[in-house]
């Protein structure tokens, strides 16, 4: 039954790329009188979207979130389409380079997250004029869960960090390596990719909602005097994603890593308020604080 399954988890990848967003709303209308099912999707907008001037329209964005999801799980049968994603000025990203140190890029887990840092580091190769044989011309860690090294995780699990990984420029490493590993790579010129939107101990304000956040991710960037900069994504007119790449954000312009942290989250929340029904399980990603838990 596992060889079974498997294999039937993996027909997406024999499915023609445009034909997926139409497979998955047809499988939805399936799902969507059930009201069980349809609870479960506005539950999620409405955990997103309760403290923002969007919370009137959840039962329709709770269709779109609940098509999405299907979606980005058939889409990561299909990493070379991910992986080539259109990117909007990707020049702000070789300008923060330019500057002589390391660079920190900010995602979050929005839209195809999983595919636009590599889309990125290709454009970025391109408008470098890097030659095909000498590519890539510099590499991305992406700092990932320790579940991307285990070869006994889920199959659909795999397939994700597949994705992340795939194109030259892209190495993945565990967040449980610590600090050092990545203080090492930043103070020698290097490129992490962190995602902002993950559980820790640090109060933050997300969407208009008290939240627990990582300070990692500012800490680092504070200590190695790099830059910090954002990548955010969008829905195309044609309904396939792409992603844009901020202007970079300089710690020393702020006072504290708790200013520069939350000066990152503000500029990513304008792009999830735009696409909300694009964020990944906004239950699984920061933690709730303690309050709202006792509530």
Not at 119 to 127: F, G, H, I, K, P
Request: proline share 7%; hydrophobic share 40%.
């Amino acid at each position: 039954m596992g060889f079974l399954g498997d294999t039937a988890k993996q027909l997406p990848r024999f499915l023609p790329w445009r034909s997926l967003q139409g497979i998955a709303r047809r499988r939805v209308d399936g799902f969507w009188g059930n009201d069980q099912f349809r609870a479960v999707q506005e539950e999620n907008m409405h955990f997103l979207l309760e403290y923002t001037d969007r919370v009137h329209e959840v039962p329709q964005i709770a269709r779109e979130y609940a098509e999405f999801d299907v979606l980005r799980n058939y889409r990561r049968w299909h990493p070379k389409h991910l992986s080539r994603q259109p990117v909007e000025d990707v020049e702000k990203f070789l300008e923060a380079r330019s500057r002589g140190r390391g660079v920190i890029i900010s995602f979050v887990h929005h839209g195809q997250y999983n595919g636009v840092v590599s889309s990125m580091a290709r454009v970025a190769d391109d408008l470098a004029g890097v030659p095909k044989s000498e590519r890539p011309g510099f590499i991305v860690n992406g700092v990932v869960s320790p579940e991307a090294f285990d070869k006994k995780a889920p199959l659909a699990l795999r397939q994700h960090f597949k994705v992340c990984a795939y194109g030259p420029n892209i190495k993945l490493m565990s967040a449980t390596d610590g600090t050092g590993p990545m203080i090492e790579i930043l103070e020698n010129g290097g490129v992490l990719a962190i995602a902002f939107d993950v559980a820790g101990r640090t109060p933050i304000k997300f969407l208009g909602r008290d939240m627990l956040g990582s300070f990692g991710m500012a800490r680092l960037a504070v200590q190695t005097n790099v830059p910090v900069v954002i990548i955010s994504s969008h829905k195309g007119a044609d309904g396939l994603p792409y992603g844009r790449v901020h202007d970079a954000i300089e710690p020393s312009d702020f006072p504290d890593p708790a200013d520069l942290l939350a000066e990152i989250i503000r500029r990513h929340e304008p792009a999830i308020l735009e696409w909300p029904a694009a964020y990944d399980s906004p239950h699984s990603r920061l933690g709730v604080a303690k309050a709202e838990n006792q509530a």
